[in-house]
């Protein structure tokens, strides 16, 4: 089923955008992903299709491609079950870094704000732990912290305490329907919207995204009683370090490229979720191995290597991204990606607009799912 031939749609190049060049071996950028068992339709290092267009995002007529591919890897494997279920390390790994950050906080408390020391320990330590965090409490999102809601819940608030703000509740909420509706405009909140497209769609743009993400995505003002008592009890500066480090674990810092990584849309393929298989993983749930995650979002981030591994023909054959921190350099220097390059689809009813093109023929895969889908009914 891996080597079913791959229709690529033949698009209209404005070479324009490219500098006057007349040729797309002129001037392109390399190709920044890799595959790590190469297919006849994609060897891995050549552009197999046009850069998109930047003055829009890419409409798709086509469903998402993980539940198909969710039911062709249960029909082939169907010993993947066993890998879902509760992961109980998560609690202790949670219990350790919400122990480091509050412990760090506590011996800054009579360090100057904007002394190397205070500033190192907010960008190494804390940037990283709190972005353990997050991905802790995405992990938690999915009820795979303890068999039950309520304690998922309740390790969820417990992991929020460093982050200094109560984003917890509504994160949920709005990653449950990223997974359900993923690329579905006007519901998916992870998508950015037009305004952003236009606004922040060039160099300076892209780095003022890269720079402050963080607060593109669901975080809601809020002030924890935690918050209260810790600047009542320590002073304000612990308090700065803990916010301080959600921004930076959300802005230009390595783990954070892995928001841009996920579903951004790279070297012209029309592939909406992108996995990356680095060491920065150990820091960050696994949440690298995302298109496993999308797959199967019951599968907890200790066993996603052990999903990867035991579906090699369905996973080792899609691009992925082999850095992270490149993947933000890259976002914000190539011309071919931006704002724009995020695959929507109309929401369930309703036409896309009338200025998008639409691409409705399956590209880069998308035959191959359809086909497995069909094959699993």
Not at 25 to 32: I, K
Not at 96 to 106: D, N
Not at 255 to 267: M, P, S, T
Not at 329 to 336: G, H, K, P, T, V
Request: hydrophobic fraction near 40%; include cysteine; charge should be neutral.
């Amino acid at each position: 089923m891996s080597d079913a031939k791959t229709k690529v749609v033949d698009i209209p190049v404005d070479f324009s955008y490219y500098g006057g060049a007349e040729s797309l071996s002129e001037g392109r950028s390399p190709r920044r992903t890799v595959v790590a068992s190469p297919t006849a339709q994609d060897d891995g290092k050549s552009h197999i299709a046009p850069p998109q267009d930047p003055s829009d995002f890419l409409w798709i007529m086509t469903e998402e491609p993980h539940r198909s591919r969710r039911m062709a890897i249960l029909k082939a494997h169907p010993e993947v079950t066993k890998l879902m279920g509760h992961e109980p390390l998560t609690k202790y790994v949670v219990l350790g870094v919400v122990s480091l950050q509050l412990l760090v906080a506590y011996l800054l408390r009579n360090t100057k704000i904007l002394s190397p020391l205070f500033l190192f320990c907010v960008y190494v330590i804390g940037g990283s732990a709190n972005h353990n965090l997050f991905l802790a409490i995405h992990e938690i999102t999915h009820n795979l912290g303890f068999k039950g809601i309520k304690a998922n819940k309740a390790l969820a608030m417990f992991a929020n305490i460093p982050i200094g703000v109560p984003y917890c509740a509504a994160f949920k909420r709005y990653h449950l329907e990223h997974h359900k509706y993923l690329g579905e405009d006007g519901i998916d909140t992870d998508l950015p919207t037009k305004l952003e497209l236009l606004c922040l769609n060039n160099v300076l743009g892209k780095v003022f995204f890269a720079t402050f993400q963080i607060f593109f995505y669901a975080l809601r003002p809020g002030f924890l009683v935690f918050d209260y008592v810790l600047v009542k009890t320590c002073g304000v500066r612990p308090f700065i370090y803990l916010l301080a480090s959600s921004f930076f674990a959300g802005s230009l810092h390595p783990l954070a490229g892995h928001f841009i990584a996920e579903h951004y849309v790279w070297d012209g393929l029309y592939q909406e979720t992108y996995s990356y298989y680095g060491p920065l993983n150990v820091l960050a749930y696994n949440v690298g191995y995302h298109n496993e995650h999308h797959d199967f979002p019951s599968v907890p981030w200790t066993r996603l290597p052990a999903l990867r591994a035991l579906a090699p023909e369905f996973y080792d054959t899609i691009p992925s991204h082999p850095s992270w921190p490149m993947v933000t350099i890259n976002f914000i220097r190539d011309s071919e990606v931006g704002i724009f390059a995020r695959i929507k689809r109309p929401m369930k009813g309703r036409a896309p607009p009338a200025s998008a093109c639409t691409k409705d023929t399956k590209v880069a895969g998308e035959k191959e799912d359809s086909d497995i889908s069909d094959d699993a009914k």
